[in-house]
């Protein structure tokens, strides 16, 4: 792994190619439909930690949540109309970069606060940038990482276009959002929040923190844009959430 990780990026790429050509063999076959790659396979592959069957494309490692956000972005936003929109993805997703990097051109902006090949580093709770720079904002199970959310969701507010849209998008795992800023200790993150790098659990009112914020919030499901052979085509279970759409 260590050999792997030093050699140049056109040696790696098609190295990972061939890796997730011979990783998808197994799914050979229809009934499954992944909307990010445009791909069908027999079934999805299992995902996460407690291995979610029919969780993840065994071709570009969309899970649930990344389906439901694509199929999203094409059904019910403008973000591929064709016009110019300046983007920020922050803590971009390896399934999702390169196609909205391709799609987007040059108005595509990644950014993430360790991640190096973000095109630029980026506290969310302290963005560099100037009211009102972006267009779309995209931003999904970050928040929960970060001690002060609040902060952060202003900040995205403040970066926000008047006429522009973010999705904002978090685990929502417990029926009332729980925290406690003295929990430092990974171990006991671990426990309290399910990630030793978490900082809270959030419930459905989150919601509440993003109108807190100055947004206004429109709440969507799969069953809302999609019918009910295409949710399970999709594999768009209850594990891939609901969508929160942010307007200034």
């Known amino acids: 792994m260590a050999v792997a990780s030093k050699l140049p990026e056109f040696i790696k790429a098609p190295l990972r190619s061939f890796r997730d050509v011979v990783q998808a063999l197994p799914y050979r076959g229809d009934g ?9 396979s027999s079934s999805f592959a299992p995902a996460g930690e407690d291995r979610r069957v029919d969780g993840k494309c065994a071709h570009c490692r969309a899970v649930e949540r990344h389906r439901l956000v694509w199929l999203y972005f094409t059904r019910r936003t403008n973000l591929f109309d064709g016009r110019a929109k300046t983007v920020l993805h922050v803590a971009p997703e390896c399934c999702f970069e390169p196609r909205l990097r391709r799609r987007l051109a040059g108005n595509y902006l990644t950014a993430d606060l360790f991640n190096p090949r973000a095109d630029v580093k980026m506290d969310i709770t302290d963005i560099k940038f100037p009211d009102e ?5 995209y931003c999904s199970h970050v928040l929960e990482h970060v001690p002060d959310d609040r902060q952060a969701m202003r900040e995205f ?8 849209w973010a999705v904002l998008l978090v685990p929502i795992n417990v029926e009332k959002t729980f925290e406690d800023p003295t929990v ?65």
């Open 157 to 164: 507010r403040r970066v926000l276009k008047s006429d522009g």
């Open 133 to 137: 720079s972006f267009d779309v904002i």
């Open 32 to 40: 499954r439909f992944c909307p990010v790659c445009e791909r069908s």
């Open 184 to 248: 430092t200790d990974p171990a006991e993150r671990l426990r309290l929040f399910g990630q030793a790098d978490h900082c809270r659990k959030y419930g459905p009112d989150y919601v509440d923190r993003l109108r807190e914020a100055g947004f206004r919030v429109e709440r969507t499901t799969a069953a809302d844009f999609a019918t009910g052979a295409e949710i399970t085509e999709m594999g768009l279970t209850p594990a891939a959430g609901e969508i929160y759409l942010c307007r200034r």
